[in-house]
């Protein structure tokens, strides 16, 4: 494949890969939330594939087959079988309505694509355009996590920031080491379960997954 249609498919990713994100953050329902996930996990995948192919990285086409049975089969999989268990078919709960949140969310995009400028200039590498993709997703992520009340959106938001993380890994260095990349896929792997029975305690002790119950620790 030529290197610029590589590139131009990489950036047509990345630009999905965004869009994704700003569909997360103004996305009201959970089941919605996580398909938007796997749909991201499935982008990762694409992109980590052409540039495999492109730049002769023969790692990364491990890295995009764990990216595949990870974020777009497993985990979706173990979240629907959470929100099954746990009965959930709510809405997501906001501390900023929608309006002001994606408003919030254009401004740390701007902000990210004003920090990455400078450092995708000094880079060589076939995906140095998507930096700044790569770090406006990550914040909106973020800011995801942050701007939801229940526990199950803030959980898709921390994986949806390291899906950003890895694709930032992935646009400058060409991938992490494999060593590294199965250890984060573990991680985040056990993270998921842990934070399944982390629902579960939370929704017995206060029977709801809204992390304003929490406080009420502090009184104990």
């Known amino acids: 494949m030529d290197q610029s249609?590589?590139?131009?498919?990489?950036n047509l990713l990345a630009a999905f890969l965004l869009l994704l994100a700003f569909a997360m953050l103004s996305q009201r329902r959970v089941l919605t939330l996580i398909k938007l996930f796997a749909w991201q996990g499935a982008a990762l995948t694409a992109s980590t594939l052409i540039v495999a192919y492109t730049t002769g990285q023969g790692?990364?086409?491990?890295?995009?087959?764990?990216?595949?049975v990870l974020k777009v089969l497993l985990i979706p999989w173990v979240l629907h079988r959470l929100i099954d268990r746990l009965q959930i078919?709510?809405?997501?709960?906001?501390?900023i309505n929608i309006p002001a949140t994606m408003l919030i969310g254009i401004g740390l995009?701007?902000?990210?694509?004003a920090l990455a400028t400078p450092i995708?200039?000094?880079?060589?590498?076939?995906t140095r355009a998507t930096l700044g993709i790569a770090m406006a997703s990550m914040l909106l992520s973020f800011l995801m996590m942050i701007v939801r009340r229940k526990a199950v959106p803030q959980v898709i938001g921390?994986?949806?920031?390291?899906?950003?993380?890895?694709?930032?890994?992935?646009?400058?260095?060409?991938?992490?080491?494999?060593?590294?990349?199965?250890?984060?896929a573990?991680?985040?792997?056990?993270?998921?379960?842990?934070?399944?029975?982390?629902?579960?305690?939370?929704?017995?002790?206060?029977?709801?997954l809204d992390i304003r119950h929490m406080e009420k620790l502090k009184d104990d």
Request: hydrophobic share 60%.
């Open 109 to 113: 995009a701007i902000f990210a694509f």
């Open 5 to 10: 249609l590589s590139s131009q498919f990489v």
């Open 158 to 184: 921390f994986l949806a920031m390291e899906n950003s993380l890895f694709f930032a890994a992935t646009s400058a260095t060409y991938g992490m080491p494999l060593v590294v990349e199965l250890g984060v």
């Open 120 to 126: 995708s200039e000094m880079a060589s590498s076939l």
């Open 89 to 95: 078919r709510w809405d997501i709960e906001t501390l």
């Open 186 to 208: 573990l991680d985040v792997l056990v993270g998921t379960f842990i934070f399944g029975i982390f629902f579960f305690h939370i929704r017995d002790q206060f029977e709801s």
């Open 59 to 68: 790692h990364l086409y491990f890295s995009a087959a764990l990216t595949l």
